[in-house]
């Protein structure tokens, strides 16, 4: 009889925080920024004020309503009756790609992706048309980033920017509405180069939707963002949605992104704390002086856009270079945008030996978009 031999518990202890970690990363390191720099500011009274507590309800309140769509399979039923009717595969591939632009300003970029990457998947898969999964994924990508900045619910730092220094929602708009018009045009081209061959997909999905929970759903939607918008007070949907997603749907409540919610909190920690060092706070400060949109667009390559925005709104009051600067700023690096790493990682389980052609790819794309955005956004 062949002896088992058991994996001692310290070495399924270090899996598992290995595999919290690769599947938490950002969440981890924002943890670990503000545990460093509690240590240098000790904690007191202030840090009260560090959190931004509307942001956090709205964006749990948007998250928990989006996952009940989700879970009756909402934007799967319309994206692929979309998709059906293209016919070839540049249009399928363009379908895919506005589906996820206009799907990230209403539905934020992370969720927008989780839910119109594995569509792309299958489309493409199912066709024999898997050569161009890179490319589509990579667009698919930009959009998610870049369409979600002309709403601010469409990115989790355009939420915080819009409720921190209570811009105008037209104001808001008018100041998005350049870099998201030259990211329409540059994603269009770009697909425009596609070949158009015959594409047939088969609508056989076999899933109805309930119009009665459907059209409650919707409402809970409209309901979460008339909250962004400042028309109810952001503590009522606190109590509303909740309720209402009890009884109709516990599981979205299960499935909200609570990983997002406290990384948040950890960056505001940070960014507090960073905010009251003096010799951080003059740099900054000079920095931003001299190239606001620059200085936040760069950031972001290193730190990532939700925590460059948080960071850096404590040094300047210039809002509307740094929240041109922190959406464009989510082209670029693999760690420009959250929603970069969900693609890579979404493309890798599919295409385990061809990441490194992806990360090639990814990159000219990437930044040949930030380089564009950057020139045309500093002229105009």
Request: charged letters at 10%; a positive charge.
């Amino acid at each position: 009889m062949q002896r088992v031999i058991e994996t001692p518990g310290y070495v399924r202890v270090l899996g598992d925080i290995k595999k919290f970690v690769s599947e938490n990363t950002v969440l981890v390191v924002a943890a670990l920024l503000a545990i460093i720099t509690s240590c240098i500011v000790t904690p007191d009274a202030k840090y009260a004020d560090y959190i931004e507590y509307k942001t956090l309800t709205c964006l749990f309140c948007t998250l928990a309503v989006i996952c009940a769509l989700k879970n009756i399979k909402f934007f799967t039923v319309i994206a692929r009756k979309i998709v059906t009717f293209t016919g070839n595969t540049r249009m399928a591939i363009l379908a895919l790609v506005y589906i996820t632009f206009i799907g990230s300003m209403l539905i934020a970029n992370d969720m927008a992706l989780i839910t119109f990457l594995p569509l792309g998947y299958f489309v493409l898969s199912s066709t024999g048309k898997q050569k161009y999964m890179a490319f589509t994924f990579i667009m698919q990508n930009i959009s998610a980033n870049l369409g979600g900045m002309l709403t601010p619910f469409g990115n989790p730092q355009n939420l915080y920017l819009y409720s921190k220094f209570n811009i105008p929602t037209g104001e808001f708009m008018g100041i998005m509405l350049l870099p998201f018009a030259v990211a329409v045009f540059l994603i269009t081209v770009c697909v425009m180069f596609v070949k158009r061959e015959p594409l047939v997909i088969e609508d056989n999905l076999g899933i109805r939707l309930e119009p009665k929970r459907t059209a409650f759903y919707i409402a809970l939607f409209i309901f979460s963002i008339v909250i962004v918008f400042n028309v109810i007070p952001y503590w009522i949907g606190l109590i509303v949605i909740p309720i209402a997603l009890f009884f109709a749907d516990k599981k979205a409540l299960k499935d909200v992104d609570y990983g997002l919610l406290l990384t948040f909190v950890c960056f505001f920690i940070f960014a507090g704390n960073m905010a009251r060092l003096d010799v951080v706070n003059n740099v900054l400060s000079w920095l931003l002086d001299k190239n606001t949109l620059v200085v936040s667009a760069l950031s972001c390559q290193f730190i990532s856009n939700v925590p460059s925005a948080i960071l850096l709104s404590q040094f300047t009051s210039n809002y509307a270079d740094l929240l041109v600067g922190v959406n464009i700023g989510g082209a670029g690096t693999l760690i420009a945008s959250l929603a970069s790493l969900i693609t890579f990682g979404e493309y890798s389980r599919y295409n385990k030996h061809q990441t490194k052609k992806y990360v090639v790819l990814f990159s000219a794309f990437n930044f040949g978009f930030l380089a564009v955005l950057l020139i045309v956004c500093s002229i105009f």
